[in-house]
């Protein structure tokens, strides 16, 4: 599994049309294979940023997202709002 956490600012004023372009282009991404979860947060103290938080069963998953016809439907719901472009990285568990 690889968690993807995106760290997203959008324009000020712009948090309540980013989540109405979210919720509407969210089945973009639920539809992709390989994804197992996906959670979106709001900043408390900055309301401008939002966390993205979406598990895939592997990097190539994610990967064949962004290669897919339904990348552009998910970007066109949220993109217009960005600040800047979100900073993504990927993550594994750590075995204890």
């Known amino acids: 599994m690889v968690l993807e ?3 997203i600012d959008v324009l000020p004023g712009h948090d309540a049309d980013f989540e109405a372009g979210y919720a509407a282009a969210r ?3 639920a539809e992709s294979p390989g994804l197992r ?3 979106m947060t709001h900043g408390v103290e900055t309301p401008t940023r939002f966390v993205l938080l979406v598990e895939w069963d ?3 998953a994610h990967q064949e997202f962004r290669d897919s ?3 552009p439907i998910w970007r066109a719901g949220i993109g217009p709002h960005f600040a800047q472009p979100p900073h993504v ?3 594994t568990d750590v075995s204890v």
């Open 5 to 7: 956490i995106a760290l």
């Open 37 to 39: 979860s996906i959670r």
């Open 69 to 71: 016809d339904r990348f």
């Open 89 to 91: 990285e990927h993550f």
């Open 58 to 60: 592997s990097l190539a």
């Open 27 to 29: 089945s973009a991404l």
